[in-house]
């Protein structure tokens, strides 16, 4: 079941270093795997994606690793900027063909 | 410009008054989606639709209902709302080119709160 009141899992990074962001995700018969950012009043927007017979890739200042034996995956940003500030969503795509988010991680940028 | 629009973007009502949220996508997207977001539960999801007339119940399904008669329009129907159905509300969309949902764009959410 779920339980009420749960905090969000919160980051806290200097301005200018590195962030990594971790999700486990359930299901060991996911394919793929997306990244998205929510800033505040704004709904989630695509990041990056992932299938799963890769264990890396690369965008613009963030790189997602899959770790398909421990069922987990990172978001790395790098050089982390005020800008960045914001809830990150894990999501995979489960067996039904649907997507199903994790809980989100706060990040907040420190000047 | 490709969106998804929902509408109300706010709305206050009381229990048991019926209301829509309405969701509308420009991009001929197979599948649309509505979720809703509580303060440390993330995104759960309410009901998907595949495409025209498939929807299927997601995590979160009861006090709500769905229907898809065409591919621009999911509306989110609260036949007889409930104070536990106050929350922030969102629609999105994606191709189905991959089978079911891939990448997925977001409307900017509704805010509603029932007294």
């Known amino acids: 079941g779920e339980s009420v009141g749960l905090h969000l899992p919160t980051l806290s990074v200097q301005e200018g270093d590195n962030s990594i962001i971790n999700c486990a995700y359930s299901?060991?018969?996911?394919?793929?795997f997306i990244w998205y950012k929510q800033e505040s009043g704004k709904g989630p927007q695509f990041i990056i994606d992932?299938?799963?017979?890769?264990d890396k890739r690369q965008g613009q200042r963030v790189t997602v690793l899959l770790n398909k034996t421990v069922k987990h995956l990172s978001l790395q940003i790098a050089a982390t900027q005020p800008g960045d500030s914001a809830v990150y969503f894990c999501?995979?795509?489960?067996?039904?063909?649907?997507?199903?988010f994790g809980a989100g991680t706060r990040l907040t940028v420190k000047p | 410009e490709a969106q998804v629009t929902q509408n109300p973007r706010y709305l206050i009502t009381v229990t048991g008054k019926k209301l829509t949220v309405t969701c509308s996508q420009n991009?001929?997207?197979?599948?649309m989606s509505w979720y809703r977001q509580d303060p440390g539960l993330g995104l759960r999801q309410i009901y998907y639709?595949?495409?025209?007339?498939?929807?299927d119940k997601g995590d979160v399904p009861e006090g709500y209902k769905v229907s898809r008669k065409e591919k621009r329009n999911f509306p989110l129907i609260l036949e007889s709302p409930s104070p536990n159905q106050t929350s922030l509300y969102f629609c999105?969309?994606?191709?189905?080119?991959?089978?079911?949902?891939?990448?997925?764009?977001f409307g900017a959410g509704s805010r509603l709160t029932v007294l």
């Open positions: 639709s595949m495409n025209v007339e498939v929807t």
């Open positions: 999501a995979e795509k489960r067996d039904n063909n649907d997507m199903r």
């Open positions: 299901n060991s018969a996911s394919d793929y």
């Open positions: 991009m001929n997207h197979e599948y």
């Open positions: 992932i299938r799963s017979n890769m």
């Open positions: 999105a969309s994606s191709s189905g080119r991959l089978g079911g949902a891939n990448v997925l764009t």
